[in-house]
Nanobody, 128 residues
Framework: VQLQASGGGLVQPGGSLRLSCVASGFSWDLYAIAWFRQAPGKEREGVSCISSISASDGSTRYVDSVKGRFTISRDNAKKTVYLQMNSLKAEDTAVYYC???????????????????WGQGTLVTVSS
């Protein structure tokens, strides 16, 4: 199982970025995928997740702090999950990780103990 996250960078407050997570080595379409982030000196938190089509029809979840600003989506043909981040704030600065859920065909959660495969992380810096 491999997850490759990319798309991070430096952006001004109010700007946008799109993160990508490309998967290989497993039956991608059966598993929920999530984005987590970890800011300096803070614990890792779940940002958003998307279920597989076979479980909850690809339902999504968001942490309250990003609702209305971030959108998660998945392209099963490309084995890619995207996180579109708009109206970025300084507090969104963190390393963002994508992760695959431990068990297939389960609705997604934002609890990191439910995930057992992690990408390497991509740094998002929001600063003027």
């Amino acid at each position: 199982v491999q997850l490759q996250a990319s798309g991070g960078g430096l952006v001004q407050p109010g700007g946008s970025l799109r993160l990508s997570c490309v998967a290989s080595g497993f039956s991608w379409d059966l598993y929920a995928i999530a984005w987590f982030r970890q800011a300096p000196g803070k614990e890792r938190e779940g940002v958003s997740c998307i279920s597989s089509i076979s479980a909850s029809d690809g339902s999504t979840r968001y942490v309250d702090s990003v609702k209305g600003r971030f959108t998660i989506s998945r392209d099963n043909a490309k084995k890619t999950v995207y996180l579109q981040m708009n109206s970025l704030k300084a507090e969104d600065t963190a390393v963002y990780y994508c992760a695959s859920m431990r068990h297939p065909r389960q609705p997604c959660t934002l609890w990191d103990f439910d995930f057992d495969a992690w990408g390497q992380g991509t740094l998002v810096t929001v600063s003027s």
